[in-house]
Structure formats: structure tokens, C-alpha cells
């Protein structure tokens, strides 16, 4: 939104006036408040479509399933003799749901904006044309992330000095991986007895997370935080950073982490290879298997030298390629590809 908003295009948001985008954003006329009450919320629906009305804009970007939904269902209301096309972005390697609703929904989406090759791949397996699909990886203001306060995760958990910490930042969900990560660190402790992990997030997963640390006599080793605001500050202080996600579309918690020259011990899961260059800016396997996760976090840790190495690889590499010019400038030109394309077009040629 900033970065449009720099080259001189008008940006307006609308966003759930409880969440942490609205909180974030900044008050005026361009950021408009709506709270729908479920998927198919047919007021929220016209409130959206008289939003559209008064703000005439060529595109509409929904962000998430349930915005997609919402623009539909604004659009087919009327919103004024020019309709604006819709683009959906899609960010979740999960395939589209085949419900009829579902179905109907995404015939209305113009133009598909995937995070990643993998969501891409998915997507064209669902039936989406790939002339409709447009790749813009995920970037991050790296400058910003960088100029984050840094925080002692040491202090912050009363860790014992000198002990080398990993963090892990994602949703308790299962497709996150996290029970692999757990049933990881009780191997990796056999080999580095002090290795501490944090994990930031909350979900549904957190009571069985909770005993599997229980029962693998992990309480003194692995933590979960919780949603944390301070999050990137204390990730900048620890040692290695872990992804064990069984599904994912990119994994931008992966390119904070690689902005403050962490390494990486990652799964090949999904998107993740399109950030994480094995054996480059860190290492990879399978996703699922607790085994070759814990053998690369051990090789990393017992190599301070390669770990510095690939996490200036990582820096660079997240510099040049995941920046937020290129997300700008990506996302711009499919809104400019795609414009004159009238809403329900991608429908017509599937």
C-alpha cells in the first residue's frame, strides 16, 4: 500500500477495524472499516459495494479467501458503469475448495497473484488458467526489519548465557510442522545438550504441543511465546532460524530471518526452496521427518563458520531478490496487465 502510494497511485484499505492491519495502518480517508460476520455476509457485502461505488477504483485486490468473497459478491451488486477487475492474491499452498460457492467465487477473480512457483503450480492444477496466474513473491522492506531494536533472547527467557537458541515463528497449526520440530529438538539435544528453541505464534496446536514438550522432558528447552510485537527483535539476537512446515506457500518469516543473517534449517515444503538456496543461505529436507530436521540443525550449529556464511548469503540474497521495490513493482504491473480485462473474463477461458 506505502509503496504504491510512493508512485503516486491512490491506495485505499479496507480492513476488519479489530485487526492488526487496521491498528497498523494509517488513519484518513483511505482506510475504510468493515466487519463482516462470516464468509457470505450479504450487508458487509453491500456496504463494500458502496465503498467501490464511491471510490471508483480500477482494481480490487482481496488478500485472502474470505475478501475474495466479500468483492464478488460486492461487484454482482452493481458498483457503477465501469466495474473495476478483481485480483485475488493467494498466499496458502492449500488447493482451492470445490464447493459450489467456492466455484464461483474465484470465476469472478480476473487475475491470481501467487506468493510463490509452488501456489502457481497449485492453482494451475485446480483449473486456473496460467495465462491468469501472475508469480510476485513475497518481499519485505528489509530496512525497516533491520532497523528493528534488537532484544536479548537470552534475557528475555533466562536462557544460560552462550546457549545457542533457534526460533521458529509461525501459527500452531498443523501444517506448520511444529510437533516435528519438538520431537527434533529432543534429538538435537543429544548432540548440543544447551540448544534452546523458542517458538512465536499461537493456534490450536499449543495444549498438544504443551505435552509432547511434557512428555519428551523438553520443558526447560523449548518455550512457546505466544504472539509477540516484539517478535523480530528477539529473533535477531538468536542463532539459527527454523521452518518445519509440512505445506507453505513462501514462509516470509523465512526472509526477516534471512534480512538479519540468520541461517536457516528449513523443509522443502512448498515455496520455502524458492527463498532458501540449499546449501547456500541454509539447509533443507523432507518435510515430516524429525530426523534430518535435527541432523541439519546439529551441522549448523557445530559450524559457527558456515552459519555466518549463509547468513550473509541470506541477507544478500533476500536483498536482492525479495525486496519490497520488487513485490511493488510486481504486484503494479499484473494491476496494469490486467485492468482493461473485465471481471469474470478468466472464467470464460477456462
Excluded at 520443558?219 to 535477531?236: I, P, Q, S, Y
Excluded at 520488487?326 to 494491476?335: D, I, K, Q
Aim: charged share 25%; hydrophobic share 45%.
Amino acid at each position: 500500500m506505502l509503496g504504491l502510494r510512493e508512485r503516486g497511485h491512490r491506495a485505499v484499505l479496507v480492513a476488519h477495524p479489530e485487526g492488526v492491519l487496521y491498528r497498523r495502518a494509517s488513519e484518513g480517508d483511505d482506510l475504510v472499516p468493515l466487519s463482516p460476520r462470516s464468509e457470505v455476509d450479504l450487508a458487509s457485502a453491500w456496504r463494500l459495494a458502496r465503498i467501490i461505488a464511491l471510490h471508483r477504483p480500477e482494481i480490487v485486490h482481496a488478500h485472502d479467501p474470505h475478501a475474495v468473497a466479500m468483492a464478488s459478491m460486492a461487484l454482482s451488486f452493481g458498483v457503477g458503469p465501469a466495474v473495476p477487475t478483481l485480483v485475488a492474491s493467494r498466499r496458502v499452498d492449500f488447493h482451492l475448495q470445490r464447493h459450489s460457492f467456492s466455484r464461483w467465487k474465484y470465476r469472478q477473480v480476473t487475475c491470481f497473484i501467487a506468493a510463490s512457483r509452488a501456489i502457481a503450480d497449485i492453482l494451475a492444477a485446480d483449473g486456473i488458467p496460467r495465462s491468469r496466474i501472475v508469480v510476485v513473491h513475497d518481499g519485505i522492506d528489509v530496512d525497516r526489519v533491520r532497523a528493528e531494536p534488537s532484544a536479548d533472547v537470552h534475557a528475555e527467557f533466562w536462557f544460560p548465557k552462550g546457549a545457542p537458541v533457534l526460533v521458529n515463528v509461525a501459527a500452531l497449526v498443523p501444517h506448520k510442522g511444529q510437533k516435528f520440530l519438538v520431537e527434533a529438538m529432543a534429538k538435537v539435544r543429544r548432540k548440543v545438550a544447551d540448544a534452546q528453541l523458542v517458538i512465536f505464534g499461537e493456534g490450536e496446536l499449543r495444549p498438544a504441543l504443551e505435552q509432547q514438550i511434557r512428555e519428551l522432558d523438553l520443558g526447560k528447552h523449548v518455550v512457546l511465546a505466544g504472539f509477540r510485537e516484539d517478535v523480530l527483535g528477539l529473533m535477531r539476537s538468536a542463532d539459527l532460524f527454523v521452518m518445519s512446515s509440512v505445506t507453505e506457500g513462501l514462509g516470509s518469516t523465512l526472509l526477516d530471518a534471512m534480512a538479519f543473517e540468520l541461517p536457516v534449517a528449513g523443509t522443502r515444503a512448498g515455496g520455502i526452496p524458492e527463498a532458501v538456496e540449499h546449501g547456500l543461505t541454509g539447509l533443507l529436507v523432507p518435510p515430516g521427518n524429525a530426523e534430518a530436521l535435527a541432523a541439519a540443525i546439529v551441522q549448523l550449529l557445530g559450524d559457527p563458520a558456515l552459519r555466518e556464511r549463509m547468513g550473509a548469503a541470506g541477507r544478500e540474497r533476500v536483498e536482492q531478490q525479495f525486496g519490497l521495490t520488487r513485490l511493488v513493482e510486481g504486484t503494479l504491473e499484473a494491476y496494469q496487465t490486467f485492468r482493461a480485462a473485465p471481471a469474470g473474463h478468466a472464467a470464460a477461458r477456462q
